[in-house]
């Protein structure tokens, strides 16, 4: 296994995450659906989860795939903030458009 | 004795002091027992001081080190020598008088607490000015005078012209002050010290170079312009009548004029090394005698031919400095004093007696209904016109003795006409106002009285003074006595002059000049004691009366050449430089910000995408700059 994930050569993988990563910060960006942004936070997570397992595992260090971990918790953690903060949201306005989302302006 | 001698100054002060913070919640009496009373003690004080100078000679107190700058050291000390003592007893004798006249012309004043602290203020002043013992103590007496007048003339400030009166007196003395600080400066430049004992202890060893010592004598003088209203810086002074007369009093007889003659009879070694100087100070006395003298010929204003008296009497006494006879003009100064403070308050007796009237021409055969004051004003002008034996015949007649002798017939001649041109405005005035018909309203007529014993006293005082003072100083050729006493008493300070005349021709002077007084007294009761010889109206005047009556034209030509280009400048300058300049700098610096703020506060626009974009180029702006 350890030996078909070294065949690929480490760039690949770094291309994988950029391009995830990207793609969630675009969608971050762009996007007025709070569940998109939310779903695109997620991937931009893991687009670093990704690139930490993949050095972890070509370096043989176990230290990266432990920051997974973490980030993998507070992910979650994020997730379930942000839902039940958006589940409040709708409530509210009745829309998950963050646009909206504006009382604060000047 | 020594350790009293700080309580001369400061009696006034603390009588200012009572009088300026409780005076309001006191009684009148209290004001006045409290005003007169500290100054009568300075004045019993100074007596005490002559007797001991005039044993043991100049008294130095030094109280306090005031401060120590570098080498510049400046004591808080008191000089009593036989110049400053004479001048002591001056300033607090005529100053109680005035203070008792005043409870009894100001008594119906709102004012009443604060004008006696303001008086007993300026007598504290004028008391630092002449016992201080070094220049710089000089100067705050100096100051001091010049802000108590300022408050004092302007006593009735509710009036705009007395108000403006009063920032015109203050104003013209700050330029002479200018003159005078920068003649200290000098002085200190060159001699490392003020005190007036050092500076002229060190003077014969200093070898000055010529123009040095005639440039501090000038800058000297023209502080002394200021002070002692001597063109061109005259104009003040007449118009210091806006404050009450007694006031007017002070200031043209006991204090604040007589500094500037005080001031170059005590640099009176430095001057002797100038004739530059003196000549200028001479031409310069000369040119206001005749001027100011001139103008007091066409005034209506009972208080205004008073004040182009004095102005032209000082000028009279710079003649005499000018010319070396600084004894000549201490004794003019004593016997002016006098007279001068006795003609004041007799005026204002008068315009007690008229329920404020102060023109001449609505006045007229005051005689019969103010009998005292009538003689004392007699006294007064003949005093002053130089009528024999009177004190103003000894002090003037031996003024001119000195033009004569050091100046020259021109000089004498021309000081002479000034000392006939005063007797015939004063007899003018004399006649105009007590002779004849009384020309006021009815009401006038009926109010017309006495005035009270805290008024008429004080006249009596100075008439006497006035008519005998002139026995302080009799002219050695009388032989009296074998020196002249006020001549002798000066020696200490000033050297003893000798006119260089034999007697004959003195007595010819004398003569002349005295019979001309005599004549003009006599003629003028002819002229002006007939009904069709009394003062037009302003409208009626023509020609160079017109001109004369309105002062020559001097405040008008200074109005026109300084003070409102002046005004015209500060304008310019409020509005370019203030308004649109500062203020625009100001304001511009202020709504640049709110503007600028405007302009970011459109980022903040609540929608988190913008935030969003902004954090994210500020990550990728920072990468690209970290990595390429």
């Known amino acids: 296994m350890l030996e078909i994930i070294r065949q690929i050569p480490i760039d690949y993988y770094v291309w994988l995450s950029t391009v995830l990563f990207v793609i969630g910060v675009f969608g971050v960006l762009i996007r007025r659906n709070a569940i998109v942004v939310l779903m695109c936070v997620e991937l931009m997570l893991n687009a670093v989860n990704l690139l930490l397992a993949a050095f972890s595992t070509y370096l043989g260090d176990a230290q990266g795939q432990i920051m997974v971990f973490f980030i993998m918790v507070v992910a979650a953690a994020e997730a379930a903030v942000g839902l039940g903060i958006l589940v409040m949201i709708y409530r509210n306005t009745k829309s998950t458009d963050i646009s909206l989302l504006d009382k604060l302006r000047n | 004795m020594d350790s009293l001698i700080p309580l001369i100054p400061f009696l006034p002060f603390i009588g200012f002091i009572i009088n300026g913070l409780f005076g309001k919640k006191m009684s009148k009496n209290a004001v006045g027992i409290i005003g007169s009373g500290t100054v009568l003690a300075s004045f019993v004080l100074s007596v005490l001081c002559f007797y001991q100078v005039a044993e043991s000679g100049a008294i130095q107190v030094n109280l306090y080190n005031f401060f120590t700058v570098d080498s510049l050291q400046i004591d808080f000390g008191f000089l009593v020598d036989h110049l400053s003592v004479w001048m002591m007893l001056i300033v607090t004798g005529i100053g109680f008088l005035i203070h008792v006249y005043s409870i009894g012309y100001m008594h119906d004043d709102d004012g009443f607490w604060k004008f006696f602290a303001y008086l007993n203020l300026f007598i504290f002043s004028m008391l630092l000015l002449v016992m201080g013992n070094n220049f710089l103590m000089l100067f705050f007496g100096w100051e001091g005078v010049g802000l108590c007048s300022y408050l004092l003339i302007g006593f009735w400030y509710t009036n705009k012209a007395y108000g403006l009166a009063a920032r015109k007196a203050f104003i013209m003395n700050r330029i002479g002050d200018l003159g005078l600080l920068l003649g200290i400066f000098m002085i200190f430049q060159l001699f490392g010290s003020l005190n007036f004992t050092e500076v002229f202890e060190r003077l014969p060893t200093m070898r000055l170079e010529a123009g040095v010592a005639t440039t501090i004598c000038v800058l000297l003088f023209i502080g002394a312009m200021g002070k002692s209203a001597q063109l061109p810086l005259y104009t003040w002074l007449p118009d210091a009548m806006a404050g009450p007369t007694p006031v007017s009093a002070l200031i043209h007889a006991a204090t604040m004029v007589t500094a500037g003659i005080y001031l170059i009879a005590r640099c009176n070694p430095l001057y002797s090394l100038s004739p530059e100087a003196m000549q200028f100070v001479a031409s310069v006395g000369l040119i206001t005698c005749l001027f100011a003298a001139v103008i ?323 990550v990728v702006l920072l990468l690209l700059t970290v990595f390429l």
């Open chain 2, 296 to 618: 007091g010929l066409r005034q209506n204003d009972i208080k205004k031919v008073l004040a182009y008296s004095t102005v032209s009497q000082l000028g009279l006494m710079f003649v005499a400095l000018g010319m070396g006879a600084y004894a000549s003009a201490m004794f003019h100064v004593t016997t002016h004093a006098f007279f001068k403070a006795l003609l004041f308050l007799a005026a204002g007796s008068v315009i007690h007696g008229m329920g404020g009237e102060q023109d001449i021409r609505k006045m007229g055969g005051l005689r019969k209904a103010m009998p005292i004051t009538f003689w004392v004003f007699l006294i007064g002008t003949f005093a002053i016109s130089g009528f024999p034996l009177l004190s103003g015949f000894f002090s003037k007649d031996e003024i001119f003795a000195f033009t004569y002798a050091n100046g020259g017939p021109l000089w004498w001649g021309l000081s002479a006409l000034g000392a006939i041109l005063t007797a015939v405005y004063m007899c003018r005035m004399l006649y105009v106002t007590f002779f004849g018909e009384f020309r006021g309203t009815k009401e006038q007529e009926h109010h017309l009285h006495e005035s009270p014993s805290t008024m008429t006293v004080p006249l009596a005082i100075l008439a006497g003074l006035s008519l005998a003072g002139g026995f302080l100083n009799t002219p050695h050729f009388f032989h009296l006595n074998n020196e002249q006493w006020m001549a002798h008493w000066f020696s200490w300070v000033i050297p003893i002059q000798e006119v260089q005349l034999d007697a004959a021709t003195e007595w010819t002077l004398m003569i002349i000049t005295t019979s001309l007084a005599v004549i003009i007294i006599i003629l003028s009761y002819f002229i002006y004691g007939k009904k069709s010889n009394l003062p037009v109206a302003d409208s009626e005047q023509t020609g160079l009366i017109r001109v004369i009556a309105n002062k020559f034209y001097v405040d008008e030509i200074y109005d026109f050449l300084i003070v409102r280009p002046i005004e015209k400048m500060s304008k310019i300058f409020h509005y370019y430089v203030d308004l649109q300049g500062i203020d625009g700098i100001v304001n511009g610096v202020g709504t640049g910000v709110q503007k600028l703020g405007a302009q970011f506060r459109k980022l903040q626009n609540g929608n988190i995408e913008y935030y969003l974009i902004g954090m994210v180029a500020g």
